[in-house]
């Protein structure tokens, strides 16, 4: 079973900078898709980036030029670098891995996997 685990989340002002990471078990085509999503409290899980096997990217329109997407595959782990944090950004973020090709890149259909989350807050 392929697992996710995520860390860097945390509290931090308006303005502020994070950067997450997660490290995955496998490094093989059934994590070859990877990617961040997020939940807000009262709100639905949404899409914030995708990084596909061939390094192509994908953003949500509400994170573009401020959150950046990478990985370190010696390392086995996913980065989201997140500049300019607003309290619009908390958040618990997810990521996600998978393989299934078809869907859009901000949704979940291509995901088989899920890390736990870890908590952002930006505070104002």
């Known amino acids: 079973q392929v697992q996710l685990v995520e860390s860097g989340g945390g509290s931090v002002q308006a303005g502020g900078s994070l950067r997450l990471s997660c490290v995955r078990s496998e490094n093989n085509f059934r994590t070859r898709d990877m990617g961040w999503f997020r939940q807000a409290p009262g709100k639905g899980r949404e899409g914030v980036a995708k990084l596909r096997s061939d390094g192509t990217t994908t953003y949500a329109d509400f994170v573009k030029g401020r959150f950046t997407i990478s990985k370190d595959n010696a390392k086995n782990t996913l980065y989201l670098q997140m500049n300019s944090l607003k309290p619009e950004d908390t958040a618990m973020y997810y990521c996600?891995?998978?393989?299934?090709?078809?869907?859009?890149?901000?949704?979940?259909?291509?995901?088989?996997?899920w890390g736990q989350g870890t908590r952002v807050t930006v505070s104002s």
């Open positions: 996600a891995a998978g393989w299934n090709r078809g869907f859009a890149s901000l949704t979940d259909g291509w995901v088989n996997y």
